[in-house]
């Protein structure tokens, strides 16, 4: 051990952070460039010329020379003690100069650091790339066994890759609609989860205290594959029915409990405030097409779906102002008639309109807030440049409106 070169040592030792700390901004560069969104980049951003497994790998054993260099000099230096100085030490040195510091300067300057890791790192990455390709092979053939078989359906009901293919075909549309498709994903930024949900006062869920007999009469009638499974109490939601699996049970009634909990997986909760454009990303990630929303107090507001999302995008360049919607029903003199639980987002797509939807949801929501009060039948209000008129009230909400513009009143017949 005396005869070690303390110079070279050093010198290769601090070649060694610097070239660990170097990889770590690039990595943190390539980060901050992938998460931009394509209206926040300008021009021709630049992206890596070389594999993304060089770069883990060269990052991987810098790091470990680092600290076998960092182990062997303590040694000699302070004997016995000299493992946990190294250990201590080069930790310190690898997450300030190597990890912390890099990654700051990356996010300042990402193309710069992107840049230059092609300029310097290229010939090196290249080097390494058929031994990060094998360690590569090696990782995917150990996870290989763990990989969900094949099949027509997984647990949530849904095929192995139906999610990805979903988000894969988005992508293509936007390529082939882009100037429409973008805009409408970019909108997805300033809507949230709780303007696009099913409330939860429409949610067709299974009550597990009912008996037998009529969650299968409920099955039988649904006309969806995917259901809430509560008790007593849709706050209560434990999981999600996958009525596919016991459709085959139905026609015969030979339906138990134990078989429709077999069917059932775990639920998925999503907070009310999650932008849509996060919340496709998390579906894509949870490999999920169903979300039951809650508020910051864990009470169920409703439902969301990977559909309702998609379609807020595909909405945007579908054609404009088409009444399309079952909750909407035109007059012959101009106005509408409209259902108390219709979606003033919807009424607002459909119709052209700019109804306040930044407060209540729905229609009855919209008119009991002006009111302050539930409405008898007969009562007028206006909205901004919108009037409406009661038409039909049953207990605690209101049912029927009748609801034009003001700047195109009705025809006199």
Known sequence: MDNLPLGPLLGVLALALLWSALFSAVDAARQVIGSQRPHERSGDRPTLDFPLESLILATTVSKVIVVVLGTVLATWQWQAHGLWVAGLVATCSLLVFAEYLPRLLATRHPEAFITLGNALLRPIFKALAPAAWLLNGIARLILKPF?????????HGDDDNLTSQLIEELAQDARANKPHLLSGIHALDSITVNDILVPRSEVDGINLDEPIEKIIEQL??????????YHND????????????????????????????????????????????????????????????????????????LEDILEEIVGEFEDEHTVDNPHIHPQVDGRFVVD??????????????????????????LVTEA????????????????????LQAEENRVTRVLIWHTSALPKVI
């Not at 990989?147 to 647990?155: F, L």
């Not at 009562?379 to 409406?388: N, S």
């Open 147 to 155: 990989a969900s078989k094949p099949g027509p359906v997984n647990q």
């Open 340 to 365: 108390g639980a219709a979606s003033i987002r919807e009424l607002n797509k459909s119709l052209g309109w700019h109804l306040p939807s930044d407060g209540p949801k729905t229609l009855n929501g």
């Open 371 to 390: 009111l302050e009060s539930i409405p008898d039948c007969a009562v007028c209000l206006k909205i901004g440049r919108y009037r409406l008129e009661i």
């Open 234 to 305: 849709i706050n209560q939601v434990e999981r999600v029915l996958n009525t596919r699996q016991i459709s085959h049970l139905l026609p015969k009634a030979e339906l138990t409990i134990e078989q429709l909990l077999a069917a059932c997986y775990e639920a998925y909760f999503v907070p009310e405030s999650t932008p849509l454009q996060l919340q496709l990303l998390n579906f894509h990630k949870q490999q999920r097409r169903l979300g039951v929303v809650v508020d910051e107090y864990g009470e169920v507001l409703g439902l969301v779906t």
């Open 220 to 229: 039988i009638i649904s006309r969806h594959t995917r259901l809430p499974v």
